[in-house]
C-alpha cells in the first residue's frame, strides 16, 4: 500500500510563503492523480488543489494565483508552493491519492503576526 508523508508547515507571517511535500512510497504514484486538502478548525475538509498524471492542475478558487502545485515523479514527491499567506490560509494540510482513502498523516500550517 502506498504511504503518504507530508512535511514543511510552520509557522508564518501574513504575506509569507512556505512550501509543503508529500513523499510517496510507491513508484508507481507518477500514474496517480495528487491532491492537497485542508481542514481549518471546526471546518470541512476542503479540496485545494490536484494535479495529474500529465501535470494538469486545478485550484481551489480561494487560493487561485497564490498557490502552485507541482510534482517530481523522479522523487515521488508532490510540493504545494504557498504565496501570499492569509491568516483564513490556517489549517492542517493533507496530501491524498485522489479518488481513494490513501492520505497522508497532515502538516499544520499556521498564518498569524
Known amino acids: 500500500q502506498v504511504q503518504l508523508v507530508e512535511s514543511g508547515g510552520g509557522l508564518v507571517q501574513p504575506g509569507g510563503s512556505l512550501r509543503l511535500s508529500c513523499a510517496a512510497s510507491a513508484s508507481d504514484f507518477r500514474f496517480s492523480t495528487m491532491a492537497w486538502y485542508r481542514q481549518a478548525p471546526g471546518k470541512q475538509r476542503e479540496l485545494v488543489a490536484t494535479i495529474n498524471s500529465g501535470s494538469y492542475t486545478n485550484y481551489a478558487d480561494s487560493v487561485k494565483g497564490r498557490f502552485t502545485i507541482s510534482r517530481d515523479n523522479a522523487k515521488n514527491t508532490v510540493y504545494l508552493q504557498m504565496n501570499r499567506l492569509k491568516p483564513e490560509d490556517t489549517a492542517v494540510y493533507f496530501c491524498?491519492?485522489?479518488?481513494?482513502?490513501?492520505w497522508g498523516q497532515g502538516t499544520q500550517v499556521t498564518v498569524s503576526s
Open positions: 491524498r491519492v485522489q479518488g481513494t482513502a490513501i
